[in-house]
Structures are given as C-alpha cells and as structure tokens.
C-alpha cells in the first residue's frame, strides 16, 4: 500500500490537554437519516452547555435517595479537574517481535517488524504513515510487551494500521486483519469478526464506513503521534484511533475453557491480514477487504498490563439495549467524585464528538455514589455500520476505555 511517512517515534511521556470542542451532530447524520428533528438538534445545541450540570444534578438526586453520601463531590469535581502530566515508567507499546512471516507482496522498506515497536506515528485522519510494516497477502506478525497484558475494566491494547478517510465524509481505505492472542506462544485464540458490507467484491481502492468491519484490526485511522500530537494519549481509542480490543471478549473461548489461555496473562498478539473475499466473520459472511496490499502496522498499545492493580479503576461500557438504545455506563469503585469529567472523551467512526453535546441527547436511568447509567434518546437503525468509542479517567489519571460496533 503507498502510504505517508510519520516522524519517528520519541519519549511516551505524555500529557493530555484540553481537546477543542467537537460538534456531536455528527452522529446524528450518520447512516444517511437523522436520529432527531430540527427542533429537537437546535434544543440539543442549546442545552449542551448545561447538560453537564442537568447530568450531575440528575444523578445527584438519585445517589441522595440511595446512598448517604451523594455526590456532591462530583459537582465540585467538574470545575477542578487535575492537570498533571500521566507519566508512566513502563513501556505501554510492544517491544519485542516474537515472529514475522510475512505474505506475497511486501514492497522494499515496508519489511521491517521492528517498525510495530513502539508508539504510533499517525498520519492523521486522511493520511496514512509509511513508518509501518506490511504483512503481505496472509500473512503475519506477532509480538510482546515488557510485561504479559490482563483482562481490565473495558478495553485491554489497541492495534494501530494506517487507514485512512478517502471520499465521503466518513468513508474509509481499510487494510483489515484479524486479531489473535496467547499465553504460551503455540495456542492463538482469535478474536469473533463480524461484517455488514457489500457481499461482492469492493474493487480496489475502494472505501467503506469504519463500523462496517468489528473485531478486526485496519478500520480506523491512527491519530495519535508523539510528536505532532503529543496531546493525545496513545492508549484512549476515542481520541487515538485504532482498534481497540477487549480480553474479556475471549473468556468463553475453547482455548481458554481448555485452561490454554489465561486472558489475565497474555504474552503474545498476532495479527494475520485478511485476503478480500477468502475468510469468513462469525455469520458465515465474506469479508471484503478494499485494499490491493495488505495490512500495514504501526503499533500495538496495552491498556491493562500484568501485576497491575485494575480494582481501583474507573470504567466506562457502551451498549445497545433491547430497543437499539446507546447506553452509557461510567462507574468508578472509589466514587464518581474521583473521575475527571474533563477527561471523559467520545468519538465516531473515529472522530472525536463533543462530549456534553452528545450526553445532552441522553437521560440518567441510574445513579448511585459509585456508578451512572445513561440511555440515549434515538434508537440506532438496524444494519447501520458505526463504532463509538469512549474513555474516562478518574482524578489520578487511570484509564478507562470501550468501543461498539453498532451493526
């Protein structure tokens, strides 16, 4: 694939700032119909800057009704977000290639493993880097981290491929490839993959929603780069890009009945490019792949690692109910007067959404001291191809992060 250069990689010392608004309509264009009228999005645009106050209000109410301590905090909380730089000692990238086998049609430069190491160097929403390592037709790359990752609240690492939006608005050049793990080198459990795109052959250079593939890595562009983003954290999804993924997915896979695979140790991840038209998602479905090369890899990051205490962590889930209703839950074990609602982050097909704007569109259904349940106001159209991902952090800057693909 001809793709676009990023700088090379530098400290992962990280800082997150403020992000600049996002305008949460875009939501509610996608799929080619509207999710609300006219009025209802000018009442929505209206009311974003005091959904933040109704929401903790709301929730207030509910957590005095059940609990002693309310949570008054969490008011407080919003205008006293931390601003301390999140410096971590370990390394949160893939550091070592356990194999690479990679398949016909690798071009000269592009054959380089040890290009996955590392943080990504995205080349933003319609650029694709070239500081990347193909995989060739089949073929495949597997590697490790410093310390094994572990099943965590939401998502457990993230692959970064250098897709990029073409076209359409939100259309994009994916290289897709499936997603393995394990905990011992020989036993690979892959992930369930899932595809609702055109059942015939896309032709190349062709594009399609990011949420038209689920469970596989190459569907949505990489954003984060240390150097010309140093904003953004690389391991929040919302904000980074990538395919995030979550072990507890695997919990009932054979391997891991089997005692094969400990979703709480894994050592290594594969990841194995998919050949338009020759593999099947979890529905017996072809899955069509738009490229005329194969998946390119920037960089894997973990989320959840290993001796790592998660008991304490915030979390944040995405959902559909049973009425095709989105619905939010933010829990934190130690209260939501610890998270730090200026950290609590959304985004669409990739693109960060205004965070309130898109809360404004939802109401509380749930509310304690320790957790908050949200339900948005639209049903989400059967068959509609769109990830949302979202990521909360608490005041001492532990990480929380999810993604849904809504088809």
Not at 170 to 175: D, L, Q
């Amino acid at each position: 694939m001809q793709a676009r250069r990023g700088p090379a990689a530098v400290s992962e010392d990280e800082t997150e700032t403020m992000p600049r608004p996002r305008n949460a309509a875009r939501l509610e264009g996608l799929g080619g119909g509207r999710f609300a009228s006219q009025k209802t999005r000018l009442e929505s645009v209206q009311n974003r800057k005091t959904s933040r106050k109704t929401l903790l209000h709301s929730c207030q109410h509910q957590a005095i009704a059940a609990t002693r301590c309310g949570l008054l905090a969490l008011c407080a909380l919003s205008a006293t977000a931390a601003t301390a730089a999140v410096v971590r000692t370990q390394s949160s990238f893939a550091t070592k290639v356990h194999a690479y086998l990679p398949g016909p049609g690798v071009g000269v430069g592009f054959d380089d493993p040890t290009k996955a190491l590392g943080p990504p160097n995205g080349a933003g929403r319609t650029s694709g880097s070239l500081d990347v390592v193909s995989l060739g037709a089949s073929g495949s790359l597997t590697i490790g981290f410093d310390r094994p990752l572990t099943n965590g609240p939401g998502a457990d690492f993230i692959v970064f491929e250098n897709a990029f939006i073409v076209g359409l608005e939100t259309a994009c050049y994916a290289e897709v490839a499936f997603v393995e793990v394990s905990s011992n080198g020989v036993d690979f459990a892959r992930f369930e993959t899932s595809y609702v795109g055109p059942a015939t052959a896309i032709g190349p250079y062709g594009a399609l929603l990011p949420g038209t593939w689920g469970g596989v890595a190459g569907t949505t562009p990489t954003l984060a780069n240390p150097t010309t983003h140093p904003e953004i954290d690389p391991r929040d999804p919302a904000r980074a890009g990538g395919d995030a993924f979550d072990l507890e997915a695997l919990r009932a896979h054979p391997l891991a009945l089997r005692g094969l695979l400990n979703i709480y140790r894994v050592t290594h991840v594969r990841i194995v490019d998919i050949e338009d038209g020759k593999e099947r998602d979890r529905n017996g479905r072809l899955i069509r792949d738009p490229s005329i090369g194969s998946a390119d890899i920037e960089a894997v990051c973990g989320l959840h690692f290993f001796g790592t205490s998660t008991s304490t962590h915030p979390s944040i889930a995405l959902s559909l109910d049973a009425g095709r209703r989105i619905r939010i839950e933010i829990a934190d074990p130690r209260g939501l007067a610890t998270l730090d609602l200026r950290r609590l982050h959304f985004s669409a097909q990739g693109d960060e959404v205004d965070t309130w704007g898109l809360i404004s569109l939802c109401r509380v259904v749930q509310a304690d001291a320790t957790r908050v349940s949200l339900e948005s106001s639209f049903a989400v159209p059967i068959g509609m191809a769109l990830v949302l991902a979202a990521s909360a952090r608490d005041s001492q800057g532990k990480l929380s992060a999810a993604t849904l693909h809504l088809h």
